[in-house]
Every structure is written in C-alpha cells, then in structure tokens.
C-alpha cells in the first residue's frame, strides 16, 4: 500500500493539497508539472508520470486524465447548459439541505478536511463544502469539470479533474471525506464504481453515497416499465435535441397533471413521461432529462449497498433516511 501522503495544513489553498496526494492511475507514479517552472498545477501545460512516462494534459486549468467523455456525453451538455440552475443563493438553501439529508454530514465534521466529490458535476455539492470551510477535489468523467471550475475554482477550496471513477488518480488515504451523490448508478458497474473509493479514504474518514433507490423505483413498477421503454429511444437521441423534447414537455405545469389523472384513463395517463415537479422550470427542464438521457442508470437496494460497505471494511454502516443514502467511516487503527 502506498504510504499516506503529508497532509496540508487545513486551511491552505486547494493547490497546496493536490500535488501531493496525485498519482498516475495506470501505476501510482508520482506526477510532475511541465514545463518545470510551473507554480501549481493549473499553471502547467501537462503532468507526467515519473514510471510510465504517460503525460496528462491541463487544459483550460483542469488536469485531464480521460480522453474523452465516454458514455458520459450528456452530462456534459446538462452540466453546462444547466452549470448554475442548482447552486444556491440568498433566497435558497436546497443544495444545502440536500447533501445534509443524503450524506448525514454537519459543517463541523467537514470544516477543515480534505474531501473527494465523486460526479461533481457542475459543483452543486462541492459549494456547500466550500461554504462549510472545507477544501474540495471534484472529479468528473463529463465536460461538467469546466462548469465547476468556472462556478468554484477561483474561491481557492475548490480544483476540478476530469477522470473516471474506474481509474482515479489519486494515492490511498488521501481524503478525510468522501462523497457521491446521484452519479455511482450512472456508471457501468455501481459496485464496482464504489468499491474504488474506500482504499482512498484515511483511517477515521467519512463516506457516503446516495444512489438511485429499487424501493421506491422497483422493476415491476408500471412507471419504471414505461421509463424502460421510453429510454430504450431517449439514450440513442442525440443529447441537444432529448434536451430540447424535455424543454417542451416541461412547459405543461405540474398542476395539470392532476387534472389529467381524473380525467385520462389510467393506460393513458401513465404512458406520459414522468415530469418533475418542481416549481421552477429550469429544474423540471433539468430532471427530466437527467432521468431519461444517462446511457447506465441502476437501481439499488439498502441491504445491497450496506453490504458494499461492509465488503469494503468500513464500519458504523448506517442507512439514512433518504433512499438509498447510507454512511460509513474507516476505522481509525484501519482494522
């Protein structure tokens, strides 16, 4: 096991902690900035590996260490169109509130540490930790990275990467907390995805995950079976024109869909997509395509991701009360 990198003082700029904790995902080499004067790493052009010799580019300030946005091309135009619809401001703390309810985390746990956004997306739940004191890296396999970097990176507790979570680049301990929230079932293989984050975490961490819940979505829901139907064409259209669709569909008010209950016969009624309810449009715009556009998307149970946990050595496992949200922490003698 590699040996826990020298933390950082608590309250240094996020650059201070990054260096030290990167390595090269193909072998754990230490990463070096070029061109050899680079301050930090957003000054640097690429990070080479000390091995492997393999070079990852910065660009635009975010190290890149995919080629590509893979199967996650989607995410990148809802991230970017949508790159400040959920931050919150004076008037709204849903973020806030949120990420309370499915990590079960309070401000003075996260005041301080060092902590791994898993799915970042374009920062929604990395702001919150800023806010909070505490110091965030967000990775993303999507183009989101740039909407996070453009919305947090100039508060200097916030740094964007783009990588998979199948290939992370970082060495183990690293992070006192750890976090997904809405993006491990968006992966191939959810379990798989999770399992790579506990190596990750330092003796007496945190980490929690929310995913997609098979209680309240079961397989033989009559909603999930036309969902299942419906993305069997939504995950083949192309991203702008699925984004547009749900731009029209959203323009009918949650409160009509009442009306139409007692009016349309049930077959008819449940074979309309299912529209978010939220007051906004920009958000039922949003969620509606989060829901029908993601090539993967897995539903899960409580008893299966408390095993996950407990496979993985974590302790403490405990189910919150938002489905499926469960948290656990490393045991501080990494018994």
Known sequence: MTSAPTAAPPNAPILDALLPILCCPRDQGALSPEPAESRDVRS??????????????????????VPTDDYAGNFS?????????????????????TFRIKTGLTPDEVRGKLVLDVG??????????????????????????????????????????????????????SFDIIYSLGVLHHTPDCKKAFMALPPLLKRGGHIAIWVYSSHTFPDCGVDEIRDGFIRRFTTRMNSRALHNLCRALCLIRPRW????????????????PRLHSYKSYDWRVLDTFDWYSPVYQSKHSYPEVCDWFREAGLCDVRPLRFEVAVRGHKAAGGA
């Open 120 to 173: 970042c997306g374009m920062g929604r739940f990395a702001d919150v930790i800023v806010k909070w004191g505490g110091r965030v890296i967000g990775i993303d396999l999507s183009l989101a990275v740039e909407s996070a970097q453009s919305n947090l990176g100039g508060t200097g507790r916030f740094q964007a990467l783009q990588a998979s979570v199948f290939g992370l680049p970082f060495k183990t301990e």
């Open 77 to 97: 135009l809802e991230w970017t169109v949508h790159r400040k619809t959920q931050l919150d401001n004076e008037t709204s703390r849903i973020s806030e509130d």
């Open 44 to 65: 640097a052009t690429l990070l080479r590996c000390a091995i492997c010799d393999a070079a990852y580019p910065v660009v635009r300030a975010i190290p890149r260490f």
């Open 257 to 272: 869909r009442a009306f139409w209950h007692m009016l349309l016969p049930g077959f008819v009624y449940h074979a309309i």
